[in-house]
């Protein structure tokens, strides 16, 4: 055999190993990848069922949070005319222009972080003032927030003395907006309409 031989037979195996060294790399890559894009495909499940274990974490910890707002002592009394106040409510039960009969309800929270936009609603009218806690301090409703371990007196206006049902809507920190009455049933709000 001629050297020219010896070297074109030495150039075709080597091309030949190359080739076989190639498709070799080209399976073994191939098969890396499947496993990778498996693993991968294995790890976006996982990361799929931890935000969904996180969003429901929050649901629940939200609605915790809103669970410790609450309606408490819903009172009828007789109190006096406040300079400025509309009259009282004249009629059936006539009542003196230095008197009036009205519903108050006291907001508590016990949550452990505050809310605001607090609204208390008498028979689905607008509460007209809210005294905070011992009723020395006068603010208009809505009340703007309220910090946790708090409460605060909404009292209806004399127009609305007689109230047969008290809705309280509420703002959380994190934007959230919920709805409760007397009984403790708690609902998100999808918008704000207060």
């Known amino acids: 055999m001629s050297s020219a031989a010896v ?4 150039a075709a195996v080597s091309a030949t190993a190359a080739v076989v060294g190639t498709v070799a790399s080209i399976i073994y890559q191939g098969r890396q990848f499947r496993d990778q894009r498996e693993l991968l495909q294995h ?24 669970l410790g707002v609450r309606l408490d002592n ?30 108050s309800v006291r907001v508590c929270n016990e949550g452990n972080r505050p809310i605001r936009d607090v609204q208390v609603r008498f ?47 509420f703002t959380d920190v994190d934007g959230n907006n919920w709805q409760t009455d007397m009984t403790g049933d708690i609902s998100a709000l999808k918008i704000r309409d207060w």
């Open 43 to 66: 790890q976006a499940e996982l990361f799929g069922l931890q935000a969904e274990d996180l969003r429901e974490a929050t649901t629940q910890r939200r609605l915790q949070q809103a």
């Open 7 to 10: 070297a074109a037979t030495v």
């Open 123 to 169: 028979a689905s009218a607008n509460a007209r003032w809210v005294r905070l806690d011992d009723g020395t301090t006068m603010l208009r409703a809505p009340l703007r927030g309220l910090g946790p371990s708090r409460s605060g007196w909404f009292d209806s206006g004399y127009l609305e003395a007689y109230a047969d049902s008290v809705t309280l809507r």
């Open 74 to 103: 819903w009172v009828s009394r007789l109190v006096p005319k406040i300079s400025g106040d509309s009259p009282p409510v004249t009629g059936f039960f006539r009542r003196a222009d230095e008197a009036a009969l009205i519903s």
